[in-house]
């Protein structure tokens, strides 16, 4: 009996891999499949990505007899204009490339597990606002329970959904982004691995309710750092790219480009936002992109905002390079990337 069923699971297993698009390794684990890299070229059209959201909101019940939610208590935002402006800020910078579309919305009046089984109630959340009490440790929520009892893994499998958004509050303990599904990699956080047995990666966004849509949008910044990075992993010197791309002038004086999510052009350290202090960028040029025409000018906070937070992080996402074409063997709109993590080669 033992050996029948050991020769039949090989057969089924290649048949599970075959109908959803996987690969198998030498050791039996599922990987997968890689996209196809076409050559270099200057006319491969740009793609748009539509990426399919489930919405899952944590509001609970801070009151039973009036009903009152956690948002509302605390005079906090509206989840659903946050997940709006959000959508329309992707939209907006990409040039029309990267399309969000919220398919579900999911409103949990509860206090999601944390990874050692622990959950706030009202009171115990509320001495933690009030500093009352320390927040609990550890921190972080159990992913596993969340998107196993929203059956997301196998709504992934059949691309019913693809990016999960979580909302939540402040000590919800969601990371601003973590990657799932086989071949998961750095978003930001350690790669969910317990979720390998999914064959598309996903990524779950976790955004809060008490802040605005410029924290949602300096997290998304977070998660392109990190597809980017991946995407360019097999370049080298020049040929990467997006390394150049992140160039400030504090590693690299006089040669700034657009900078990253925690140092513009002219930071001197971390969140340095609003810095008077001009410095030489070829940021401008990047909208020239990928024909260079050494477009380098003076720049400084003024450029970007000057440390107001989603102005900031628009301007850096509008730098983002969406035009025809591949070069050094990635696209020319970085965009579909950074939606869909299952077009990086890894």
């Known amino acids: 009996m033992n050996n029948s069923s050991g020769n039949q699971k090989p057969s089924i297993f290649a048949a599970l891999c075959s109908l959803f698009g996987i690969s198998k390794s030498s050791g039996g684990v599922v990987t997968p499949a890689q996209p196809v890299i076409p050559p270099d070229n200057t006319t491969e059209p740009v793609r748009i990505v539509t990426s399919r959201v489930l919405l899952v909101i944590y509001d609970p019940i801070m009151d039973a007899v009036s009903g009152t939610k956690l948002s509302q208590s605390m005079k906090w935002n509206r989840p659903d204009d946050l997940a709006n402006l959000y959508i329309q800020d992707i939209m907006e910078t ?4 990267a399309r969000y579309q919220i398919v579900q919305r999911v409103e949990l009046n509860e206090f999601p597990a944390l990874t050692d089984g622990f959950r706030y109630n009202a009171q115990t959340y ?3 606002i009030n500093k009352t009490q320390p927040a609990h440790q550890p921190q972080y929520v159990d992913y596993q329970a969340i998107l196993t009892g929203l059956n997301v893994l196998p709504r992934i499998i059949n691309h019913e959904i693809d990016d999960v958004w979580l909302f939540g509050f402040p000590q919800a303990g969601f990371y601003e982004s973590t990657m799932c599904g086989a071949g998961a990699f750095w978003c930001n956080s350690q790669p969910q691995t317990w979720s390998s047995g999914c064959n598309r990666r996903f990524v779950v966004m976790g955004f809060s309710y008490e802040r605005g849509v410029g924290e949602m949008l300096h997290s998304f910044g977070h998660r392109c750092e990190s597809i980017l990075t991946q995407t360019f992993a ?8 997006y390394a150049r791309f992140a160039l400030y002038d504090k590693i690299a004086p006089g040669k700034a480009q657009v ?5 513009t052009p002219n930071s001197d350290k971390d969140y340095d936002y ?3 202090r001009k410095v030489l960028s070829n940021c401008y040029d990047w909208f020239n992109f990928p024909a260079f025409q050494n477009d380098i000018r003076e720049v400084n906070a003024d450029e970007w905002g000057n440390g107001d937070m ?4 628009k301007w850096w996402l509008k730098h983002l390079p969406k035009v025809a074409g591949r070069t050094s063997g990635v696209a020319n709109n970085w965009w579909q990337y950074t939606l869909d993590p299952n077009l990086v080669n890894l």
């Open 94 to 97: 990409s040039g029309g490339l």
């Open 126 to 128: 509320l001495a933690v």
């Open 234 to 241: 097999k370049t080298k010197d020049n040929a990467n790219l």
């Open 259 to 263: 900078g990253n999510i925690h140092f």
């Open 274 to 276: 609003n810095n008077p």
């Open 310 to 313: 989603r102005l900031l992080h």
